[in-house]
């Protein structure tokens, strides 16, 4: 009872749920880089990989030895672990690049399509799910919580070649893959202050070509991504939806004679798209996972691709740093979409 | 209410938005600006190659694959290079090139060079270049070629003297065409350390048939034609090449399939290609292919091998040549690789110089079927009692997903005449490089992809006492005549040594190779010129390309 009492006094102002969700950042940051570091080193690395069918035995344990891959293991982990305190995250052993700038170069196509995925999921959840709650247990809102699950259910590289086979081979509307044509993407690159954000640099030019061309590499990779999100929010919105719909307040404007969709619109609306604000937070990690195989199903090239891309050549200091950058994005976005919730909804700090 | 309006304002925007990209991309389709009207876009008339290769680095000091390769054929002058067509090497911004004592390479460039940034290119980048390969000496780079490079002196502006450990070194001049040698200004590049791509590609330092106008890492790359390469081939055909980078061999293959690119070269599964092969709207270009794919004895651990309880030459070389007459190279070329690789009979692949057929003159059919009756009678008059239990060794990650099928039919090859037991294991690569040279493995699978494209690439390696197999292979007169090729001015002379070296070694077996990679290109039907260089020197010149 004292404990229970303790963590609710602690919880229970702003400061202090502020200052705990601030601290697990930390050990979420560490656990995963640990994971990563030591599951990394199971799978070998890249020297052998790479060079290990033309060198002798005694030149491949000197390389391994420059590259220091002989120390023990502990000493290359406390290593590492120093490195990332000072903010260093190392370079890539196979193309010799810095993590930081692997981030900026990729981080913006990856913030890109996560952005293009997030639109899909609003457009697609929010207002499916308010027709599901309206029409609750008729046979257009069971079609609705079915297609909910399968969106949530169908692994996003599977659904990202469902729609390439239809979309592009078979109907040939959209491109197969890519961020855009190779002419467009030199265009966009070469144009002064790049954003690496291809649609913001293409509206800048102002060129419907380009501006099309994004556009139209974007659609299916933002679909195979989005829906995977879109299915939660489908379910979340119908459900709350739903919640609100029976409480007091809606009954009472709806005995004054409100309309269905006025009271949907006018009271039940808002308060049931509060939760969402949260999960939202929650849904980054799981875009930013469903980013590395979307990415690759589309060859869309970002820190997802350049992750899977790194892993298939054992580049461990490339993934370790990549993958604990990403940590951190994660764990700061929750952090600061549960400082926003707790804002919104002083009921979350409980 | 203000917030209640600006959510619902907000939630305005983002279904307007997604609504508009959806219009915009139902508007675009799949139109590419690059050749809805042929002007369109910024490519102008120009080629579209597509490419699942890998750079790994522009700088040659810090890459050492084929990705990065396939780039510095295009761009960076060669000292000496390999006209189209050929797998031998000439001068090419040099003037001339020779022996001027014999530890001395003395090397004269044109006269009046320069890279497309307008730098001067003299003898002092050409020392540059080669003294920072040494001094960086990269773990990913090619600095290891430089083994008998003493020192590189400048001379004058026009002249180098390349000083060589080794007296007559013949395989100089085509390490000076390797991918250690491309010559690099010594005003952008690092002289003690891997100069970043994008800065390279930045300042222009290229002097090769074309430079590089744009570069975006492993998506695209532009190249326009660089009208003042002096070397031995030919202008460029067409004035802009663009390189389209694909991660997926099925996506490259669709996209030439889509005319997305004009050329698709390197590299698309045996099933794409067989597929493509019925496509009209495509040609399927094949060539010579350096890479190889043999099996390895460890003559300790083999059957009957020095090491073992029942140790004996005779019997171990006998399961060998059984083993030799047995393998139907065309029904692994055929059935597992629809033709992209090619039976291979001798220890260096067909098309470069000195390349004879050993194996099949000594194993087999002599067409180049198998023989059992042959093996039968090898193991038989060796007093082998059969079947011989073989532990055959494959890795199933590293030389492509059809190593699988290629090691199950060898096995079925193997077993089909009831004279062999084939015990078939796989190991993931990592731990198969470390344990192939532990003496772990009786007998296993390798490939190799030259260095260079000469007949000694493929010797020195293998045969030589202290070579990368660590197989115990040791014969004296394999050792002298692979070293007294390497030095032997005479190119007649030479060959003839080589030959020597690959009847010698098929007798005794070391190694036997199977398969020899073909180069395989795909290009639109309107596309000339990938023939012209799909050849020996296993470098794909754009320059070639045109339509």
Not at chain 1, 15 to 20: A, E, K, Q, R, S
Not at chain 1, 250 to 263: I, N, T
Not at chain 2, 303 to 324: I, S
């Amino acid at each position: 009872m004292g404990s229970t009492a303790a963590v609710r006094s602690k919880g229970s102002g702003l400061g202090g749920y502020i200052l705990t969700r601030f601290l697990l950042i930390i050990p979420t940051v560490f656990i995963l880089v640990t994971l990563v570091f030591f599951l990394m080193r199971v799978v070998g690395d890249p020297i052998t990989a790479s060079v290990g069918d033309r060198l002798t035995a005694a030149q491949l344990a000197e390389r391994l030895a420059d590259a220091g891959f002989d120390r023990p293991l502990h000493v290359q982990y406390f290593e590492y672990l120093g490195q990332i305190f000072t903010g260093n995250f190392g370079r890539t052993l196979t193309d010799n690049r810095a993590i930081s700038e692997i981030l900026v170069t990729y981080g913006t196509a990856t913030l890109e399509l996560a952005i293009y995925a997030l639109i899909v999921a609003l457009a697609v959840g929010i207002p499916f799910g308010m027709l599901a709650a309206q029409l609750r247990d008729r046979w257009p809102d069971a079609v609705l919580r079915v297609m909910a699950i399968l969106f949530y259910a169908t692994p996003v590289f599977f659904a990202g070649l469902l729609l390439k086979l239809v979309f592009s081979v078979w109907l040939g509307w959209f491109p197969l893959s890519g961020r855009a044509t190779s002419s467009t993407q030199l265009t966009l690159s070469g144009i002064s202050g790049s954003s690496g954000i291809n649609m913001l640099d293409a509206l800048r030019t102002g060129r419907m070509d380009l501006i099309g061309d994004v556009a139209a590499h974007a659609v299916l990779p933002a679909m195979a991504l989005g829906l995977l999100t879109a299915g939660v929010f489908l379910r979340l919105v119908r459900t709350n939806l739903i919640g609100t719909l029976g409480r007091d307040y809606v009954d009472a404007a709806r005995s004054r004679g409100v309309s269905k969709s006025r009271l949907v619109r006018k009271h039940a609306y808002r308060p049931a798209l509060i939760p969402i604000i949260t999960v939202m937070g929650m849904q980054i990690a799981l875009l930013l996972g469903g980013a590395i195989l979307t990415e690759s199903t589309f060859e869309w090239r970002g820190l997802g691709f350049q992750l899977a891309q790194y892993l298939g050549a054992r580049d461990f200091v490339a993934v370790q740093g990549i993958v604990a950058m990403l940590a951190v994005i994660v764990a700061v976005t929750n952090f600061i979409v549960d400082v926003a919730a707790a804002l919104i909804d002083p009921r979350v700090r409980y | 209410m203000a917030t209640a309006s600006f959510r619902r304002r907000g939630l305005s925007v983002v279904g307007t938005a997604a609504a508009l990209a959806l219009v915009l991309a139902a508007c675009a389709e799949t139109e590419d600006p690059n050749t809805d009207d042929g002007t369109g876009g910024d490519t102008g008339a120009g080629i579209t190659v597509g490419t699942t290769d890998v750079i790994i680095a522009l700088d040659p000091a810090g890459s050492y694959d084929n990705g990065s390769w396939a780039v510095m054929n295009q761009v960076y002058p060669f000292l000496m290079n390999s006209p189209y067509g050929s797998p031998d090497v000439e001068p090419d911004i040099a003037e001339s090139a020779e022996f001027t004592a014999p530890t001395e390479y003395t090397v004269v460039l044109k006269p009046d060079l320069t890279f497309a940034n307008g730098h001067a290119l003299t003898a002092s980048d050409v020392k540059f270049t080669f003294d920072r390969q040494v001094a960086i000496n990269d773990p990913q780079g090619p600095a290891s070629l430089l083994y008998n490079l003493e020192s590189t002196e400048v001379v004058d502006e026009t002249t180098v003297v390349f000083h060589l450990l080794s007296e007559n070194d013949q395989i100089f001049p085509q390490i000076l065409a390797s991918p250690v040698a491309p010559i690099v200004d010594e005003e952008v590049f690092s002289a003690t350390e891997v100069t970043p791509s994008a800065d390279i590609a930045e300042a222009e330092a290229f002097a090769g048939q074309y430079s590089i106008s744009d570069y975006v890492e492993n998506e695209v790359i532009r190249y326009t034609a660089f009208a003042d390469y002096a070397g031995v081939l030919p202008p460029a055909v067409t004035e802009e090449i663009t390189v389209q980078y694909f991660a997926e061999e099925t996506s490259l293959k669709l996209a030439v399939q889509e005319g997305d690119v004009d050329v698709a070269f390197r590299s698309m599964s045996p099933t794409d290609i067989g597929d493509l092969r019925t496509d009209d709207s495509v040609v399927v270009h094949d060539g010579p292919g350096g890479e190889i794919r043999y099996i390895v004895f460890n003559f300790n651990t083999q059957p009957f091998g020095a090491t073992t309880a029942e140790a004996d030459p005779a019997m171990a070389l006998a399961v060998r040549q059984a083993v030799a007459h047995l393998i139907d190279r065309n029904a692994l070329s055929e059935e597992i690789y629809q033709g992209t690789y090619t039976p291979l009979y001798s220890y260096i692949p067909e098309g470069l110089t000195g390349a004879n057929t050993a194996l099949q003159d000594l194993y087999g059919d002599g067409e180049g079927g198998p023989d059992a009756d042959a093996a039968a009678a090898v193991l038989a008059d060796a007093g082998v009692t059969t079947p011989v239990t073989l532990n055959l060794q494959y890795s199933p990650d590293h030389y492509g997903a059809s190593s699988d099928e290629e090691y199950a039919m060898i096995e079925a090859q193997l077993e089909a005449t009831g004279l062999f037991d084939v015990q078939l294991n796989s190991t993931l690569w990592d731990a198969y490089s470390a344990e192939r040279t532990q003496d772990l493995y009786p007998a296993y699978q390798l490939g190799w992809f030259p260095d260079y494209s000469d007949a000694d690439n493929y010797l020195s390696p293998f045969f030589l006492t202290e070579n990368f197999l660590g197989n115990h292979y040791d014969n004296q007169e394999v050792n002298d005549l692979i070293l007294a090729q390497a030095t032997t001015v005479d190119e007649a002379e030479r060959t003839a040594l080589i030959e020597q070296v690959q009847d010698l070694v098929a007798a005794d077996l070391s190694t036997v190779p199977y398969l020899q990679g073909a180069q395989v290109a795909v290009a639109a039907a309107d596309i000339t010129g990938v023939t012209d260089t799909l050849d020996a020197s296993f470098k794909f010149r754009y320059a070639a390309l045109g339509r």
